[in-house]
């Protein structure tokens, strides 16, 4: 089953399952040395394009337990963002976002995104998770997955990714993994846990997390018309 999220006058759309064109625009970013720096354990050996085709493929068969998405950028907002290009206009590739590790027994799941760095602090992060979240606990019967539940795990020393889980997420902090991770290096580091919860969603985090999408949107928006 194909879905697609946007928001209203977004600037990405969420795609499932993820196209196989972009295999390799995922192991490009998957292997850049931004996303290697919170993410230790992986390596450009573990992440090679063989390994990121071989995972996109048996996560799309595997739709009870994950629900991966591919995160494009919208043509007419780039389009006005940047100076027009030669040639013709397709949506650009900016990461990927998903629920992994589904457990529908107790309605729960986790959620990891990785974001092109170019696009990090732009609003495109939470304009994504966003989009997902509201999926994700969106009642099965009104097209949703029904979740309860949903974490994030993140190394500890990923202090930005942790600043915003609390700022703009008003995530709860559940525990610290002790040395849960083994880098490539051979040295173990500690993971955080935060969740929240369907209740928190719609009682008031969806609300402003939907205020600070729009507040991205309409920068992005006087930025494009200040250069016309």
Do not use: C
Not at 14 to 23: A, G, M, Q, T, Y
Not at 78 to 102: M, R
Not at 165 to 191: C, F, H, M, N, P
């Amino acid at each position: 089953m194909s879905i697609k999220l946007s928001y209203p006058d977004g600037r990405i759309t969420l795609i499932h399952p993820p196209p196989p064109e972009d295999d390799l625009n995922t192991h490009l970013l998957y292997t850049h040395p931004h996303i290697l720096k919170y993410l230790p354990f992986w390596t450009p050996e573990n992440q090679s394009l063989q390994s990121v085709t071989a995972k996109r493929a048996a996560r799309t068969l595997d739709s009870d337990h994950f629900r991966q998405f591919a995160i494009y950028r919208i043509n007419s907002h780039h389009n006005n963002e940047v100076a027009a290009s030669s040639g013709p206009q397709l949506p650009e590739f900016l990461g990927t976002i998903g629920f992994v590790y589904i457990q529908r027994h107790f309605d729960s799941s986790e959620l990891g995104i990785i974001l092109q760095p170019d696009a990090h602090r732009a609003g495109y992060a939470a304009e994504a998770i966003y989009l997902l979240l509201d999926h994700g606990f969106t009642l099965m019967e009104a097209g949703g997955l029904g979740f309860n539940r949903v974490i994030f795990t993140t190394a500890a020393m990923n202090t930005p990714m942790r600043g915003w889980l609390e700022r703009a997420l008003e995530a709860t902090q559940e525990s610290t993994q002790r040395e849960a991770w083994k880098t490539a290096t051979g040295e173990y580091i500690d993971a955080v846990v935060y969740s929240i919860l369907r209740r928190e969603w719609v009682g008031g985090v969806k609300g402003k997390l939907a205020e600070r999408v729009d507040r991205a949107i309409a920068k992005s928006k006087r930025g494009a018309d200040a250069t016309l």
